[in-house]
């Protein structure tokens, strides 16, 4: 079974940047996966961030990040990245990824990743 972990979180100040890992491990060659990055701040609710085919085709933005963004795979190292730019201080929160085996294409919905496929997640803040 495919088990995701994050690396990166942080404090960065107010428009810095800070770039997430999300290693996969497991029988990462039998699968096509799709991944995508979510995260929740304190009292409110999981919202999707970004995500990425499992071939690069296809990526995907919250509006809140467009822009300031980017997602990127590298298959060879099992890993994705979300390169954060020009960070704000409502971007606080848990960043959590997931994968979707068996997909080709991404959507930044949390229901279609199942329990199995979540990493523990990973803090970012950004403060002053």
């Known amino acids: 079974q495919l088990q995701l972990v994050e690396f990166g979180g942080g404090l960065v100040q107010p428009g810095g940047s800070l770039t997430l890992s999300c290693n996969a491990s497991?029988?990462?060659?039998?699968?096509?996966?799709?991944i995508a990055w979510f995260r929740q701040a304190p009292g409110k609710e999981r919202e999707g961030v970004s995500c990425?085919?499992?071939?690069?085709?296809?990526?995907d933005y919250a509006d809140s990040v467009k822009g300031r963004f980017t997602i990127f795979r590298d298959n060879a190292k099992n890993t994705v990245y979300l390169q954060m730019n020009s960070l704000k201080p409502e971007d606080t929160a848990v960043y959590y990824c997931?994968?979707?085996?068996?997909?080709?294409?991404?959507?930044?919905?949390?229901?279609?990743?199942?329990?199995?496929?979540w990493g523990k997640g990973t803090l970012v803040t950004v403060s002053s």
């Open positions: 997931a994968a979707d085996p068996g997909a080709r294409i991404c959507v930044l919905r949390a229901s279609s990743y199942g329990t199995d496929y």
């Open positions: 497991g029988p990462t060659s039998s699968y096509y996966y799709a």
């Open positions: 990425i085919s499992s071939r690069s085709r296809m990526t």
